[in-house]
């Protein structure tokens, strides 16, 4: 796997691991034994629910497991008037006039709904290590690309997003 993870983000993952087996496991093995006493497990549907839930929680302490123990530690400081992982950057598209806010993270913490862009998205990688007022170039693919000014750059890392769930 080998992705790249911040100090904070095999936190959070510790975090969500021990929570998943100090209580959704313990949560999970009471419904699987709950749903076993109804009786007939070949026609029992909650019992097979209970099983694919405690079957679902397992497989993701497995991934985080994996994901941290094969992860690439990377840093998360940058200078104060540069963008770097963890800050909020506000750009403007010169393309077709608008302004918005990312806030650049690791790939497991992204999520585009949230307004968390990964930093080896196509307009992470460009932002990082510019600074306010620089025009940069966000190279999307071969044929096409497309520039935006960096208005504002705040950092914002409060610890309150969380690593995206599978």
């Known amino acids: ?12 993952m510790q975090e969500e691991i021990e929570h998943r087996k100090l209580v959704v496991r313990k ?9 076993r006493a109804h009786g007939d497990l ?6 097979h629910a209970a099983k694919r839930e ?15 123990r094969t992860a690439e530690v990377i840093s998360d400081e940058s200078a104060e008037d540069e963008v ?8 403007f ?4 006039a608008t302004t918005e806010r990312y806030k650049i993270v690791t790939t497991v913490r992204a999520s585009s709904i949230d307004g968390l862009i990964s930093n080896e ?17 966000v190279k999307v693919n071969e044929n096409y690309g497309y520039y935006v000014i960096i ?8 610890g309150t997003d969380k690593i995206r769930s599978f």
């Open 93 to 96: 598209f010169e393309e077709d």
């Open 84 to 91: 770097g992982l963890n800050n909020t950057v506000e750009v």
């Open 27 to 35: 949560e999970a093995l009471e419904a699987v034994k709950e749903a």
């Open 121 to 137: 998205s196509p307009i992470g990688k460009a932002l990082l290590g510019h600074r306010v007022g620089d025009r940069v170039f």
């Open 151 to 158: 208005r504002a750059i705040e950092n914002t890392d409060d």
């Open 54 to 68: 405690k079957n679902k929680n397992e497989g993701r302490i497995r991934y985080l497991e994996r994901m941290i």
């Open 1 to 12: 796997m080998y992705d790249k993870l911040t100090q904070n983000d095999i936190r959070k």
């Open 42 to 47: 070949s026609e029992n549907f909650e019992y």
